[in-house]
């Protein structure tokens, strides 16, 4: 069955310093990948996606995530973290079964940020 | 489009009455997903639509639950009779196919 993994349950970083957040998938195809935050009390908002093409991809607030076939990898980064960037993150990715497209999440990683 | 809206965003309910939570769907989309979100279980997938038929309900944790979607700007998740473990956010969530999915706010329900 598909599955993500993200390892990490609780990472803290300081304010400034890079920021990455892990990813693995088990799928047997390219799937479609996808970050997304939530900040507390809130739903979730859409990071990234990657569905095919350049492996290194651009989101929102300054968030990137690199696409590894080999090491079945969507690894989000950050260069310079900000206070506003605490919240929970979560990786996801789009399971084709049977024709249908089905939205599976991993256990997500919340993020504390240190002045 | 005002995104997807789910109502009410909180519910407080006794043990043993029935709960309804609503989602309207951003328009076009026809794919819908209902999500529970606690601190144990994380992000649990519990049922989607595609084109208002039930795909997928595996996640549906026990036969006290139960979702429809009469069309395609409308569905609901019932919990009958409801308990207190089912104290949770309950998240829609909708898209087209191969795009990404749009999240409501959430209902956090606690049952008492």
């Avoid at chain 1, 290194?56 to 989000?76: P, T």
């Avoid at chain 2, 489009?1 to 709960?19: F, K, L, N, W, Y």
């Avoid at chain 2, 069309?71 to 409801?82: D, E, H, M, V, W």
């Avoid at chain 2, 207190?84 to 409501?104: I, K, Q």
Wanted: proline share 5%.
């Amino acid at each position: 069955a598909q599955s993500v993994t993200q390892p990490d349950i609780h990472i803290t970083v300081s304010e400034g310093a890079s920021l990455e957040l892990r990813c693995n998938y088990s799928y047997g195809a390219t799937p479609y990948l996808f970050w997304y935050v939530q900040s507390p009390g809130q739903g979730l908002q859409l990071l990234l996606k990657y569905f095919s093409g350049d492996t290194l991809v651009q989101g929102i607030k300054g968030f990137e995530a690199e696409f590894k076939r080999s090491q079945s990898s969507f690894n989000l980064r950050k260069p310079s973290v900000h206070w506003s960037d605490a919240a929970e993150y979560f990786c996801a990715v789009v399971s084709f079964s049977g024709g249908y497209n089905k939205l599976i999440f991993g256990a997500g990683t919340r993020l504390a940020v240190h002045p | 489009d005002a995104g997807v809206i789910q109502s009410p965003r909180h519910e407080v309910t006794e043990m043993g009455q029935e709960v309804t939570l609503r989602c309207k769907p951003i328009s076009g989309h026809d794919y819908l997903f209902w999500y529970r979100q606690t601190m144990m279980r994380g992000l649990e997938l519990l049922i989607y639509f595609n084109n208002n038929v039930p795909i997928d309900d595996s996640g549906m944790p026990e036969d006290r639950f139960s979702a429809k979607m009469p069309n395609a700007s409308f569905s609901t998740l019932k919990i009958q009779p409801s308990e207190p473990r089912d104290s949770a956010v309950y998240f829609c969530a909708s898209r087209r196919l191969n795009t990404e999915a749009f999240f409501g706010q959430g209902t956090r329900l606690t049952v008492v």
